[in-house]
């Protein structure tokens, strides 16, 4: 089958799902999408995507199955449910979740897909609703190298920066590697722009001098206008930053590590979420340092 020919289904049009999608078919590709509230769906049923009614539907529909959902509850009741994806999937489906979720569920999954003659990729991304709209995600995978090299040029459609991490789990574990860098670099951009602002210094000027040197990240480059613009919209939810950094402690644990900056950061953002924040974009960290 040519590749362009597959049909592509994809469960979750959230704030990532959305701008994924518009890349996918502005690639060539046919998408199906499903998500639990159909209204959130509409603008992408409006530019041509088809809309089907539960997972098990879109399985059935389609060659490729793509998902970003919120929490690994999720992923287990997309794939496993009643109507879940592996109950209808047809085999040599391929099922991707791009999902940051648990390195364990994702060895469980690509172990279900297979036993229905399926195959599954754990293939979490990084670079927030911009990148997700830009096509230039980083996505790192994990399953097959053949179910990979396969998809490729689907993933191509949606990111830039494209690594085969390892077997089944793998890609989940790089993400989980990822939040940690995150989850500290968050709180020193917060800081830095904090004492910019308390020494009197315009803080613009100052991310324009210190962006490019040893202290620049995609965090102070990104989210650090929007914190000083007073731009708290969701490129990313604070919610979902602290289940990533629950699953990425517990991951930790379990391999030995004391991840210190971790577990300040993941208690720093449970007290912004406590303060009405949990629907906020990550960069309002910068609130609680108010």
């Not at 046919?30 to 399985?59: C, F, I, M, N, S």
């Not at 949606?158 to 990822?178: C, D, E, F, L």
Request: proline share 4%; hydrophobic share 40%; with cysteine.
């Amino acid at each position: 089958m040519n590749d362009k020919q597959r049909t592509i289904g994809f469960a979750g049009t959230g704030v990532m799902g959305t701008g994924m999608v518009r890349n996918l078919m502005k690639a060539g590709y046919e998408l199906h999408v499903y998500t639990r509230t159909k209204a959130k769906a509409q603008p992408l049923l409006d530019e041509g995507a088809t809309w089907q009614d539960t997972p098990a539907q879109l399985a059935a529909a389609s060659d490729v199955v793509m998902t970003i959902v919120g929490y690994p509850q999720d992923v287990e009741e997309v794939y496993y449910g009643e109507q879940g994806l592996l109950g209808s999937a047809k085999p040599g489906t391929v099922l991707i979740d791009l999902t940051t979720s648990s390195p364990e569920l994702a060895q469980r999954l690509a172990e279900s897909a297979r036993e229905r003659g399926c195959e599954a990729l754990d293939a979490p991304v990084s670079g927030g609703d911009v990148g997700a709209r830009e096509g230039r995600l980083s996505i790192m995978v994990g399953g097959a190298r053949e179910t990979y090299e396969q998809v490729l040029p689907i993933l191509e459609a949606i990111g830039q920066n494209i690594v085969y991490q390892g077997p089944a789990g793998a890609g989940q574990h790089t993400k989980m590697a990822n939040q940690i860098a995150i989850a500290s670099t968050m709180m020193g951009v917060v800081e830095a722009i904090r004492y910019a602002e308390k020494a009197g210094l315009d803080p613009n000027t100052v991310l324009r001098s210190i962006e490019s040197g040893a202290a620049g990240s995609w965090s102070l480059s990104n989210l650090g206008p929007r914190m000083i613009k007073g731009d708290f919209e969701p490129g990313f939810y604070v919610k979902h930053i602290i289940k990533d950094m629950s699953i990425a402690l517990e991951s930790a644990e379990a391999l030995g590590l004391e991840a210190h900056g971790l577990a300040l950061a993941k208690s720093l953002y449970e007290r912004l979420a406590s303060a009405g924040e949990a629907d906020s974009g990550t960069q309002a960290l910068y609130k609680l340092y108010d």
